[in-house]
Nanobody, 125 residues
Framework: QLQLVESGGGLVQPGGSLRLSCAAS????????IGWFRQAPGKEREGVSS????????NYADSVKGRFTISRDNVKNTVYLQMNSLKPEDTAVYYC??????????????????WGQGTQVTVSS
């Protein structure tokens, strides 16, 4: 059973940076596509970014393009989300998720089988 554990969240001022990590165990990590999602209070969970198993392909939500960067290290079984120029509207619980294929509907939460427990990101002065 694959387990995903997020870390790196916290409180940061607007314009600041954070790097989230998603560590995987219990499965062949380098066969999985990984997505980052977030959920703010009272809102639906939304896709932030995703990365294919080989890092050859990546997707970003329009709201984070140019500010966030997704990457992965298949030796360390870890995916990262570097978040720069953070805004108050980036405040949310951030989740990583995994699925066994790459392709359409990268931001559809229904297509991900494995989920982490989430890490809180708060952007506030």
């Amino acid at each position: 059973q694959l387990q995903l554990v997020e870390s790196g969240g916290g409180l940061v001022q607007p314009g600041g940076s954070l790097r989230l990590s998603c560590a995987a165990s219990g499965f062949t990590f380098d066969n999985l596509s990984i997505g980052w999602f977030r959920q703010a209070p009272g809102k639906e969970r939304e896709g932030v970014s995703s990365i294919s198993s080989t890092s050859a392909s990546r997707n970003y939500a329009d709201s984070v393009k140019g500010r966030f960067t997704i990457s992965r290290d298949n030796v360390k079984n870890t995916v990262y989300l570097q978040m720069n120029s953070l805004k108050p509207e980036d405040t949310a619980v951030y989740y990583c998720a995994a699925r066994h294929f790459w392709g359409t509907s990268w931001s559809d939460t229904r297509l991900y089988i494995y989920w982490g427990q989430g890490t809180q990101v708060t952007v506030s002065s």
